[in-house]
Nanobody, 123 residues
Framework: QVELVESGGGLVQTGGSLRLSCAAS????????MSWFHQAPGKEREFVAA????????WYADSAKGRFTISRDNAKTSAYLEMNSLKPDDTGVYYC????????????????WGQGTQVAVAS
């Protein structure tokens, strides 16, 4: 059974930082591209960042460029999202996702989703 478990969310002040983690199990992690999505209150889930299976390629939504960094550690079967210069608009639930196809992992249809971790940015 595949599981993606996010952690690291919490309450932070504007301008602060958080590091989200996504621990994967039940899949051959090194064969999956990974991504992060954000769902703000009352809004649809949106793509934030993605990383290829070996970490050699990363891509970001415009809102994340220059502030967020996605990374992975295949030995630990985990992916990460380093978030800096946080703004109140970054508030919401952050989900990690996995798909063997990097073209799919940044869409709304990856094969696996985590349950999410809550981030709140106070103004």
């Amino acid at each position: 059974q595949v599981e993606l478990v996010e952690s690291g969310g919490g309450l932070v002040q504007t301008g602060g930082s958080l590091r989200l983690s996504c621990a994967a199990s039940g899949l051959t992690f090194s064969r999956y591209a990974m991504s992060w999505f954000h769902q703000a209150p009352g809004k649809e889930r949106e793509f934030v960042a993605a990383i290829s299976w070996n970490g050699g390629l990363t891509w970001y939504a415009d809102s994340a460029k220059g502030r967020f960094t996605i990374s992975r550690d295949n030995a630990k079967t985990s992916a990460y999202l380093e978030m800096n210069s946080l703004k109140p608009d970054d508030t919401g639930v952050y989900y990690c996702a996995a798909d063997p196809n990097p073209a799919v992992v940044s869409t709304n249809f990856p094969q696996y989703w985590g349950q999410g971790t809550q981030v709140a940015v106070a103004s």
